[in-house]
């Protein structure tokens, strides 16, 4: 038990720690949404031709517009959604019924709405 102490003591401050620091980030997070939403309304409203894609120089990043109908989000399926499909379907003809699910899934997966990214350009010398 002595032993133990010490290193359950670590573990409770690094978990705190990280509580601390996924609470800030769930803050940025926020302000972020609030910020892509004010983005939306612009791409949206603005009646000349706003650029897909802006490298920012001053931050080695790349801004990307998704604009709605023209990109999908990703997608997971759990097994009970797979069993359902499955089930609706002749399970003997795997490879077809595959194809199948991956073409009803990816259908509901195209995005009305904007989606924006921020990435981190390799750097150049």
């Known amino acids: ?29 926020d302000q972020r949404r609030t910020i892509e939403l ?3 309304a612009l791409y949206a409203t603005t009646r000349e031709e706003l650029p897909n894609k802006i490298e920012l120089s001053s931050s ?3 801004f990307s517009v998704k604009r709605p109908n023209e990109w999908k989000k990703g997608w997971t399926l759990s097994k009970k959604e797979l069993k359902q499909y499955l089930d609706e379907l002749l399970p003997e003809h795997g490879e077809d019924l595959m194809n199948e699910i991956v073409r009803r899934q990816e259908a509901k997966m195209v995005e009305k709405d ?10 150049r010398d």
């Open 38 to 40: 004010d983005l939306t």
């Open 60 to 62: 080695g990043m790349v």
């Open 1 to 29: 038990m002595d032993k133990l102490k010490p290193v359950l003591t670590q573990y409770a401050d690094v978990t705190r720690r990280l509580n601390d620091v996924n609470s800030r980030a769930s803050e940025l997070r």
């Open 114 to 123: 904007y989606g924006f990214e921020l990435k981190v350009t390799a750097k």
